[in-house]
């Protein structure tokens, strides 16, 4: 899973890489321009720690979300226009986040602006798909038999130009596998980062952002990435009691990992053993056969049953034997939709 942070300048979009990532980038614009930040974190879960301690593998692999943070405009003139190189590279993101900021901006002592940052954000990714189209169409012109893509594209620029994002438009999964080669920036999940102060970190979203979010379908989080990079950087046994001092229920990346997951409509399924103890991540609605393939092609291709049990029966009971006694272990076919947090054992013959 890919996640792109982008923002304007000044937003503390690289502090909020930093407090993800744990790295150290360098922030407040002091990096080569048009540099992009690379962080591969691994996602917390307490489930495969927990089945860690019980079967004691020569190896623990927990799934994995990869983090760019892309360049922000330069300040100045034009500094809220998304230039063409930081779009090319959003473009290979799954999901983006937009870091907004919600404090006073210590050097200038500019008041924060989040309605217009998010509105100004919004008009970048409508303009640059709406150029990918324009363009597109263009040639669309001089070719025949294309009449069905042509159709589509001019169903998306109407949708562009009514200025909604095209996540809001509704397509056939037919219609969806046709435009995915486009990369279309406002079809892309997108979560909105408040970066606030310390004195803000417990207060809610701003009752303006609120209303706009909520009218566009946009979760928003309200984080202090200065706050959470100091965090990040502290030792974990002093970690906890950091974040009790700040009330704080659990550090940014955990709160983000979560959020990101529901953004993406993603769930996790275990697999354990003595070699390895490991999580998955798959779309929700997986069947278990598609699900498979995640682990290998082979496994997919010569599917026969699947072993499952939740991991919650599985921690309740206490064994795999006492869940098959209990009925909680199962045998399912190809067509079972996985759900977040079932371990499985696949059989397959190849």
Aim: charged share 30%; net charge negative.
């Amino acid at each position: 899973m890919k996640v792109g942070i982008a923002g304007f300048p000044r937003s503390g979009k690289t502090t909020i890489f930093n407090a993800l990532t744990g790295q150290h980038a360098a922030v407040g614009g002091f990096t080569e321009p048009g540099k992009v930040h690379l962080g591969t974190i691994k996602v917390p879960d307490a489930r495969l720690d927990r089945l860690t301690e019980i079967f004691k593998p020569r190896k623990t692999t927990h799934a994995e979300i990869v983090f760019a943070d892309f360049p922000a405009p330069a300040e100045g003139a034009g500094s809220h226009a998304l230039d063409t190189a930081t779009l090319t590279q959003m473009r290979e993101s799954e999901a983006l986040v937009q870091v907004v900021r919600g404090f006073v901006d210590p050097i200038s002592g500019d008041a924060p602006h989040p309605v217009a940052d998010l509105s100004n954000f919004k008009s970048e990714l409508l303009l640059a798909d709406l150029v990918l189209i324009e363009k597109r169409l263009e040639r669309l012109k001089k070719e025949k038999g294309r009449e069905q893509e042509r159709a589509l594209l001019e169903r998306c620029k109407t949708h562009l130009d009514a200025e909604e994002p095209l996540r809001r438009l509704a397509l056939t999964p037919e219609e969806t596998t046709a435009i995915a080669g486009f990369g279309f920036l406002s079809r892309r999940p997108l979560m909105v980062l408040l970066n606030v102060g310390e004195a803000d970190v417990h207060a809610p979203l701003p009752g303006d952002v609120a209303d706009l979010l909520a009218a566009e379908g946009i979760e928003g989080l309200v984080l202090s990435g200065k706050i959470e990079m100091e965090i990040a950087d502290l030792d974990p046994a002093d970690r906890q009691a950091f974040l009790e001092d700040l009330g704080l229920q659990g550090t940014a990346r955990e709160r983000f990992v979560r959020a990101a997951y529901a953004l993406l409509d993603q769930i996790s399924f275990l697999t354990t053993g003595e070699d390895e103890v490991r999580a998955w991540t798959i779309k929700r609605g997986t069947p278990a056969v598609k699900a498979a393939g995640k682990i290998h092609s082979d496994i997919e291709r010569g599917f026969i049953r699947a072993e499952v049990v939740h991991y919650d029966d599985f921690i309740r009971l206490g064994s795999e034997a006492k869940c098959r006694e209990a009925g909680k272990l199962r045998l399912e076919g190809k067509e079972y939709v996985v759900q977040d947090g079932d371990i499985i054992h696949y059989r397959f013959n190849v």
